[in-house]
């Protein structure tokens, strides 16, 4: 493989894994915080559908933006008032939550625009451009340094940026603030925060809401960046890598990233080779489909060592029986 | 018992201020459990003021509605004389209160520091909450005795060592009402006597100690006044120094109590069991059993005493063969498969029955019907089943109804979930399916935490009867009286090892004491 | 009243079952009739529907995609007296008509263009799932590929093996970025709703597309191509006009019938030239009389121009 | 004591549950445009106003029996078998190979062996997830998923290039021989002398369904291996202290429960499409998971949780087939009857609660 290829890939890498980054944050805000989430990817949909609408509907890819995360924070407030409020079991809620926007999505999008759920194809106002950084065009001829700053660094939409940006905040959110404290204990120890005089219910939703902004810019990037518009069932099983994601980033930020690029790099390797000859045998194209997912079964089966998920995870927290 | 002279000062010279904490009426029901019935108590400012009562009185459960982690139904706190609201622990906190709880609220994976901070952090940042802290705890540790290391996690801590990081974070909160919820129950009587030290010390400071506790040694030796609760309400208020044990104890249960167990001598025979050089690592390689030997013959009743987490509940789960380890175990002779290989139905196969320590979350299933749990473990029993396939549930049912009367379950129906007895008849169903199949060995691991006086006078007298029908019983218990007077020989574990071997008849509890401390003599 | 039933992937896939759908309201629209239509949810209803419909007194029933083959052959002996058409399939039976199109022939045609258009030498094809029918596309337009450039190169590629194969655009996009950067100037995309993401892409990369099935070159005039035309709106509208006079036999719809083809319209006028033009329309004449096979990957399932 | 008795628990908050989820699916057919009266007739009649109806409800609850009681066993031991879908997709390339390498003389040792088969492939396909999650500790819900992604990878690559019949466009099997039919089940009705539609679907394997209700009911409570598995699922550290081998249990569960999916594939290969073809299963597997929810994991309550779903299926048939709702409002139906039983029944199960509480303490 060259040099070029080799770029070419990785700069598909980073765009495939933005979308899974955002949501894999997304899920490591609520999980942290003991709330478990299948739901990532209903949220990703609901919020690509609202912000392809949206955007369509005004040409304003920020108005869409903006609808988006409202239509993923609605859904996230669905899953906080089955897991927090009502202490119902948060498997379950994810799966309704999936569904809901499955069925949904389609229903209003044929509703509005009478075009099967897809929305109109969206102009430029309505999408998100490239970014070209500075000194871009300079740069590119200078050997290696200048294609990975051109052609990799540079070029990206705002979304992007804003998904690579937010692994550092995650992290000081969580390790250097009070808030990321309060988090970090609620999904570890409830019945300890509760007893500092904190509010366990106030974190959870905090958490959960941040969650439903994150899966927010996960669709809208996916409607108005990768895409220009929506289309019925887009994340195509997007949220559910995301969650594996998380699981095989242990939770954490920076292994968030590189798990989310792990998962971006295999889909645009398997994109580049449909099918690898190996001399003897070909891997049929179907082999390189299901690889990703293959892989992560090898990673889940602990070859990387185990994954602890917060203790009180996936567990409503009850004061009074 | 020692009564260190004066180390608190007599409060006869203290004016007559507002009490630093009264409660009028206070009610609380947790659905249809009336926990805590129209309690009303005073408790003075700079005082050390014990409440004593047996398991479900509702000592907790008041004491939570103190520092707002319950709401109470109904009722009244007044705070130094004014009327405070307390919806939540915030408002508890700000008003001066501060509680350790009977089960620790730690964050397991945060360090000492991190958990002291939480909800107190002093701005958004953690940074300077840190080093703030981090200053404070040392002057704490130096006004109190109270060394912990800010950096360590707290899941690497011992239990006492947790216990002080939960005082430290009520002193960080600037309590003035500090509220100890069984703070003893898992301390060695040297970590004890410590705790003791630096309640007095904040009595001193002028604070003010609340201190729940089961033992009546403690209420004598340390408090000012008791409260004694009883079916959640209460029952009396008075002068520790006008009180004695037995009044107390009486006033606990209702009743006269006798608290000593009727026993002959024993009449050891042939050994049963015998442990030679037993180990075990757990998941973190962290040996948890260093070479344990020890051998119990028929008729005979061998008690390990210990501080919780010491190795006793590994030991059971090694005999009762769901752990792992190495080492040589032969029962009646036979050698045991350690490797993993044989498992607890294995085990109960070969005679040993085995009453745990949690009996909520290993002895029963709590959704079960108690007819279910009657053959917990035994469910593949030969004369529990209808065929190969099939399991004989009138069979199951029936052999229950009759457990049900011999071990005086109340009540006696057996279609009820487990999780609708009481902790006492929760026990005497683990302990009558465990002790009716007459194991030549039987496990018992804390067999009265959590039950009555009166189930515990039955429990006691069916393992004194197990050894008079001349079988081998294992008790592991961390209540040092119930050790005292049913075993016939005492072995004490102190992290992973047998201290030593002691008769019931010669040593005392300061003696013992020492062994579970890892003091040898 | 005539009836049309469309496959799982709805009416607005923007390409096959839209052309469908555009040619019965052609057809309602010229004549003010009135047709039925039905969306199916799931296989078990493809039977059901066609049923209903028949039981309705629907006159002729018009059926989108191969899949129905099966079951219509189990349905229409059961109703003698109602005419069947089918698209993509042929059922022999007395009251079926079956409207096949060359896709093979259209694909070939728009494979030449792309190979003349492709500046590098390499030229892109994207599938849905690898499935024969899109190893037909694929298979033509690699021969119209190597007839027109005997050196260009074809990257294939499938898009992915579960239904959302179909309607996954960003996959699309990014199959179109990753065939790109291997040198493809143009590329074909016969994948559904994803083949809009594949449309969309190449505009933005400034590089060129083919649509599929429908005309697709207004998606992004001046972007597209060409569109690979399979008159399913033609089919459609003949047979609802023909009408309980259906005529029951095999339809194949080549080439010389006007069944494919390739669109040029004001969209990308300026991006197909004389020459390209001049040697499309050749290749078209020769197909059309016979003496030009386009070998069809069905006829032995291999394909002389591209491996699978 | 608890506050409600048992019925209520069982029956009054589910039914309010749905209930609320019915009103809120009006509310979202008032809301683009349509009547929801009007929808709700042509439901019930198109799915239960005539013989032809009852045959595709009962054809789709045959499909939600098996996958819903896969979901129970599953959930029984404590684990969330999210794998259906694949499971299923894997068990009908079992029926079809059974069906169609061995020339079976007559259809019903062709059923046995298809059933045995599409068992023995839909748990297999559950038993690496079983063995990671018993072994290796991987959470079971991810694995399951990822499954079923693979599981549609080998189906196509199985269908397009080795059971596709030569020359033919569809991605499908070869159609079984036609004296594999399995009986439908206006042809068992005909036995008793009930008339029935025959233009539908369902066949025996709605009787298996039956059956395999029955059968997992046996299994649970009346055998040990159930009580093994309820016991385990209620508390693995229990279940240890008694005897009982998680690894073991784990795996016995996701193999009788992949062994339940797989059996689904009975019913749609065999009994209807009589080929294997690309999708079958068309998302049954996910659809068990809430019908092992509101059927709260009982088998009797599986199947009437089955039989509303079949419902619910036909009658968004009929929706479809005569309004211009799109059938994407039967997906919302779906999720709303999920989240509504499943996740927040605690917001109808407090009240109720407090009620009966109140009555109490009226007495
Ligand atoms: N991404 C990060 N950014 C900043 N600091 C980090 C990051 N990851 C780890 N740390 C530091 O390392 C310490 C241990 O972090 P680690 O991620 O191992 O925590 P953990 O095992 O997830 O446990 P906890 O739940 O207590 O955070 C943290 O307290 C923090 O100070
Ligand atoms: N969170 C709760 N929900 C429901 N019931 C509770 C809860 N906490 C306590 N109870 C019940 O309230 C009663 C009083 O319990 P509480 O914990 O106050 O007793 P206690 O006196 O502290 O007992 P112990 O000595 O065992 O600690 C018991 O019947 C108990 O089962
Ligand atoms: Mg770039
Ligand atoms: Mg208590």
Redesign the pocket.
């Known amino acids: 493989m060259d040099f070029a290829t080799l770029i070419q890939i990785l700069d598909s890498t980073v765009r495939l894994a933005t979308p899974l980054l955002f949501a894999c944050l997304a899920g490591l805000f609520s999980e942290r915080a003991g709330v478990f989430d299948i739901g990532l990817e209903g949220k990703m949909l609901a919020a690509a559908f609202l912000s392809g609408a949206v955007a369509a509907v005004t040409g304003n890819v920020w108005l869409g933006m903006f609808a988006g995360i409202g239509a993923s924070l609605l859904m996230a407030a669905i899953h906080g008032l089955a897991s927090i409020t009502f202490r119902g079991n948060q498997l379950i809620s994810g799966v309704a939550i999936n569904f809901l926007a499955a069925g949904l999505t389609v229903l209003l999008g044929q509703n509005w625009f009478g075009l099967g759920g897809r929305t109109p194809a969206l102009t430029s106002g309505g999408r998100f451009e490239p970014i070209i950084l500075p000194f871009a065009e300079a740069m590119a001829p200078v050997p290696v340094l200048g294609p990975i700053y051109s052609e990799l660094i540079s070029g990206h939409s705002f979304p992007v940026y804003l998904a690579w940006a937010m692994v550092p905040a995650t992290?000081w959110l969580l390790?250097r603030t009070r808030f990321g404290l309060r988090l970090?204990a609620v999904g570890?120890n409830p019945a300890a925060v509760d007893t500092a005089g904190v509010s366990v219910t106030a974190i959870r939703y905090a958490a959960v809401a941040i969650c439903g902004v994150l899966c927010g810019l996960a669709g809208a990037y996916l409607a108005t960046g990768l895409a220009a518009g929506f289309g019925k069932d887009m994340t195509a099983g997007r949220g559910f890598i995301a969650l594996a994601a998380l699981i095989f980033a242990k939770w954490?930020?920076?292994y968030a990233l590189g798990a989310c690029l792990l998962f971006g790099f295999l889909e645009a390797v398997g994109n580049r080779f449909p099918n690898i000859d190996l001399g003897l045998i070909v891997l049929p194209a179907q082999f390189m489909q299901a690889l990703p997912y293959i892989l992560t079964v090898v990673i889940l089966a602990g070859f990387v060592g185990k994954a602890i998920p917060p203790r009180a995870g996936g567990e409503p927290y009850v004061k009074e029986r | 018992m020692t009564v260190q002279a004066n180390a608190g000062r007599p409060d006869s010279a203290a004016p007559p201020a507002p009490p630093a904490i009264e409660l009028r009426g206070i009610s609380k029901a947790f659905g249809p459990v009336q926990a805590n019935k129209d309690i009303s108590i005073r408790v003075a400012r700079g005082s050390i003021h014990g409440i004593i009562g047996e398991n479900g009185a509702g000592k907790s459960t008041l004491m939570s509605i103190l520092y707002g982690f319950y709401r109470a139904d109904s009722g009244e706190i007044l705070i130094g004389g004014q009327p405070t609201a307390i919806p939540d622990s915030q408002a508890a906190i700000r008003a001066g209160i501060g509680m350790v709880f009977q089960h620790f609220k730690l964050v397991q994976?945060?360090t000492v520091l991190e958990n002291v901070i939480l909800g107190a952090e002093g701005g958004a940042m953690l940074r300077g909450a840190m080093t703030r802290a981090r200053q404070s705890l040392l002057d704490l540790a130096r006004d109190y005795e109270l060394d912990v290391n800010p950096d360590a996690v707290v899941e690497d801590l011992s239990v006492g060592h947790q216990q002080r990081v939960e005082i430290l974070k009520a002193l960080y909160r600037q309590a003035d009402i500090l509220i100890l919820d069984e703070p003893t129950g898992v301390l060695t009587p040297p970590e004890a006597d410590q705790l003791f030290r630096i309640l007095r010390g904040l009595k001193d400071q002028g604070k003010t100690v609340i201190l729940i506790t089961h033992k009546l040694r403690e209420i004598m030796e340390i408090t000012d006044t008791v409260s004694v609760m009883r079916r959640g309400e209460m029952v009396a208020t008075v002068k520790t120094a006008e009180t004695g044990p037995e009044q107390l104890a009486e006033l606990m249960v209702g009743r006269k109590v006798l608290l000593r167990v009727e026993k002959r001598p024993a009449t050891p025979g042939r050994p049963v069991l015998e442990v030679e050089n037993l180990t075990l690592r757990d998941g973190q390689g962290v040996e948890r059993l260093r070479g344990i030997s020890l051998s119990i013959r028929a008729g005979e009743i061998l008690g390990i005493a210990g501080v919780a987490g010491n190795g006793q509940s590994e030991l059971l789960e090694v005999l009762g063969g769901y752990a792992r380890a190495s080492g040589s175990v032969r029962l009646n002779g036979q050698p045991l498969d350690l490797s993993g290989r044989e498992d607890a139905a294995t085990r109960r196969a070969q005679g040993i029955g085995h009453v745990p320590e949690d009996r909520q979350a290993r002895g029963l299933i709590m959704d079960f019907s108690a007819w279910e749990n009657a053959a917990f473990g035994y469910h593949n029993a030969p004369e529990f089943q209808k065929s190969n396939i099939l399991m004989d549930n009138d069979a199951i049912r029936a052999d229950t109804v009759s457990k049900m009367e011999r071990y005086d379950v109340r009540p006696p129906i057996p279609t009820l979930a487990a999780k609708n007895f009481s902790g006492g008849n929760q026990q005497k169903i683990v302990v009558a399916r465990e002790m009716d199949r007459n194991p030549d060995l039987l496990l018992i691991g804390q067999p009265t935490r959590g039950v009555d006086i009166g189930a515990i006078e039955f429990i006691h007298k069916q393992i004194v009867a197990l050894r008079d029908a001349g079988k081998a019983v294992l008790l592991v218990s961390v209540e040092l009286d119930e050790i005292m007077s049913l075993s016939d020989r005492i072995a004490v574990m102190f992290d992973g090892r047998i201290m030593g071997e002691r008769d019931p008849a010669t040593t005392d509890e300061r003696d013992l004491g020492l062994l579970m401390a890892g003091v040898v003599q | 009243e005539p009836a049309l039933i469309f496959d799982l992937g709805g009416k607005f896939d923007k390409s096959f079952n839209e052309a469908a759908f555009n040619g019965a309201q052609r057809w309602a629209e010229e004549t003010g009739g009135s047709y039925k239509e039905l969306e199916m949810q799931s296989e078990a209803q493809r039977e059901q529907a066609l049923r209903r419909l028949a039981e309705a007194g629907a006159n002729p029933v018009v059926m989108t995609g191969f899949a129905f083959g099966d079951v219509l052959g189990q349905v229409a002996p059961d109703f003698p007296d109602t005419k069947f058409a089918i698209i993509d399939m042929v059922v022999d039976l007395p009251n079926v008509k079956s409207v096949v199109f060359t896709e093979e022939q259209g694909s070939y045609l728009v494979g030449m263009m792309a190979a003349m258009a492709s500046k590098t030498g390499t030229v892109g094809f994207i599938g849905g799932m690898d499935i024969p029918l899109i190893r037909k596309f694929a298979c033509g337009y690699a021969q119209g590929v190597k007839a027109a450039n005997p050196d260009a190169t074809i990257v294939a590629n499938m898009t992915g093996t579960t239904p959302a194969a179909w309607n996954d655009p960003v996959k699309g996009g990014e199959l179109t970025r990753a065939q790109k950067s291997q040198g493809a100037d143009v590329i074909y995309a016969a994948a559904g709703g994803t083949g809009i993401g594949v449309l969309q892409t190449a505009a933005d990369e400034g590089i060129l597309s083919i649509g599929v099935d429908s005309n697709q070159n207004h998606l992004h005039p001046g972007k597209v191509l060409t569109s690979m035309l399979k008159r399913v709106d033609n089919a459609v509208y003949s047979a609802f006009t023909e009408g309980t006079d259906l005529q029951p036999g095999i339809n194949v719809m080549d080439l010389a019938a006007g069944g494919v083809g390739y669109a040029l319209d004001d969209n990308n006028a300026e991006l197909v030239t004389e020459e390209m033009k001049a040697a499309v329309d050749a290749a078209s004449e020769q197909i059309a009389s016979g003496a030009l096979a386009v070998h069809d990957y069905m006829t032995d399932e291999t394909c002389p121009a591209l491996t699978f | 004591m608890t506050a409600m008795p048992k019925w209520a628990d069982a029956v009054l908050v589910p039914l309010i549950s749905l209930l609320i989820a019915f009103v809120i699916s009006g509310l979202v057919i008032l809301a683009i445009g349509e009547n929801p009266m009007e929808a709700m007739r042509i439901m019930v009649s198109g799915a239960l106003g005539s013989t032809y109806g009852w045959g595709y409800t009962l054809y789709y609850a045959t499909n939600f029996i098996f996958t819903g009681l896969a979901v129970s066993v599953a959930f029984h031991a404590g684990l969330f078998n999210i794998g259906g879908e694949g499971q299923a997709g894997v068990g009908g390339l079992g029926v079809a190979l059974a069906c169609l390498y061995i020339p079976w003389p007559h259809w019903s040792l062709a059923l046995a062996a298809a059933l045995v088969a599409s068992a023995v492939f839909g748990a297999a396909w559950a038993a690496i997830p079983a063995w990671l999650q018993a072994k290796r500790g991987s959470h079971i819900v991810i694995t399951t998923i990822m499954f079923n992604f693979i599981a549609s990878a080998l189906l196509v690559y199985v269908l397009v290039n080795i059971l596709r019949p030569t020359g033919s466009m569809d991605a499908s099997s070869a159609r079984f021989a036609e004296h594999l039919r399995l009986p439908r089940l206006n042809e068992i009705l005909a036995l008793v002398g009930i008339p029935f539609n025959n233009r539908n679907p369902a066949n025996i394997s709605f009787l298996l369904g039956l059956v395999a209700c029955v059968a997992v009911w046996v299994l649970m409570w009346r055998t040990r291996l159930g009580y093994e598995l309820r016991a385990f699922g209620k508390s693995e550290k229990a279940a240890v202290y008694a005897g009982i081998s998680p690894v073991k249990i784990t795996m016995a569960a996701m193999l009788i429960s992949g062994a339940l999916a797989g059996m689904m594939a009975v019913n749609t290969v065999m009994g209807e499409a009589q080929r294997l073809i690309l999708n079958s299963v068309e998302g049954a597997g996910f659809i068990g998971i809430a019908v092992a929810l509101m059927g709260r994991s009982h088998p009797f309550g599986v199947l009437l949780a089955a039989l509303l779903f079949g419902f619910l299926y036909q009658g968004g048939a009929e929706l479809a087939l005569w309004t211009k709702i799109p059938r994407e409002l039967i997906v919302v139906i779906q999720a709303l009857v999920i989240l509504f039983t499943g996740a927040l029944d605690n917001m109808v199960r407090r009240p109720v609660e407090t009620l009966f509480l109140m009555a109490r303490k009226g007495r």
């Open positions: 992290a390790y970090r570890e954490r930020p920076w | 994976n945060f």
